[in-house]
T-cell receptor, first 110, second 113 residues
Framework: GIQVEQSPPDLILQEGANSTLRCNFSDSVNNLQWFHQNPWGQLINLFYIPSGTKQNGRLSATTVATERYSLLYISSSQTTDSGVYFCAVRPSGSARQLTFGSGTQLTVLP | EAGVAQSPRYKIIEKRQSVAFWCNPISGHATLYWYQQILGQGPKLLIQFQNNGVVDDSQLPKDRFSAERLKGVDSTLKIQPAKLEDSAVYLC???????????FGPGTRLTVT
């Protein structure tokens, strides 16, 4: 099956800092989503971005499908950004739903 | 709009007992998913429904896990008998169709002792 690798596995920042999270995938995809899992376990969708660039407030994401990676940018980080960020993909031509990576644990310190 | 509802939120059972989880998706969402998330890992798909039909259950341990979605709305996931390694959070999600954003419920945390 498709492999999804996220880096870094852990990231600790001071409030106000910027960060970039990376997701590499091993096959072509037709669906890619970024999620944030807060400390209480709730998964919130951030972006549906199989290709191109999107922005939502302090967050933005870019997927370069031909090179099989996606980046999530967090600017001016806040303590509420803490949690685990997951990338999830579906291979092109597959009926199966999203395969998740192992996540990036982000801790933002006040 | 109301989100995905799940119950119970927490459950503790002994091994070899049975347990059932319930999910009510967002109204109008045809696609429903059950994921298992073991501590420190990403969610793993167990089963995917399109309306009340199964699209993918290739990772569902069918000797002990079963799921149904009657009338294409609510769904239940059952484990019988439970094993220690079933301790995890069971997440239900829904989407309008499989091309769209997925919305997750709060999950059910299962502890098998």
């Amino acid at each position: 099956g498709i492999q999804v690798e996220q880096s870094p596995p852990d990231l600790i920042l001071q409030e106000g800092a910027n960060s970039t999270l990376r997701c590499n995938f091993s096959d072509s995809v037709n669906n890619l989503q970024w999620f944030h899992q807060n400390p209480w376990g709730q998964l919130i969708n951030l972006f549906y971005i199989p290709s191109g660039t999107k922005q939502n407030g302090r967050l933005s994401a870019t997927t370069v499908a031909t090179e099989r990676y996606s980046l999530l940018y967090i600017s001016s980080s806040q303590t509420t950004d803490s949690g685990v960020y997951f990338c999830a993909v579906r291979p092109s031509g597959s009926a199966r739903q999203l395969t998740f990576g192992s996540g990036t644990q982000l801790t933002v310190l006040p | 709009e109301a989100g995905v509802a799940q119950s119970p939120r927490y459950k503790i059972i002994e091994k070899r007992q049975s347990v059932a989880f319930w999910c009510n998706p967002i109204s109008g969402h045809a696609t429903l998913y059950w994921y298992q998330q073991i501590l420190g890992q990403g969610p793993k798909l167990l089963i995917q429904f399109q309306n009340n039909g199964v699209v993918d259950d290739s990772q569902l341990p069918k000797d002990r896990f079963s799921a149904e979605r009657l009338k294409g709305v609510d769904s239940t996931l059952k484990i019988q008998p439970a094993k220690l390694e079933d301790s995890a959070v069971y997440l239900c999600a829904s989407s309008y169709d499989r091309e769209r954003l997925m919305y997750f419920g709060p999950g059910t945390r299962l502890t098998v002792t």
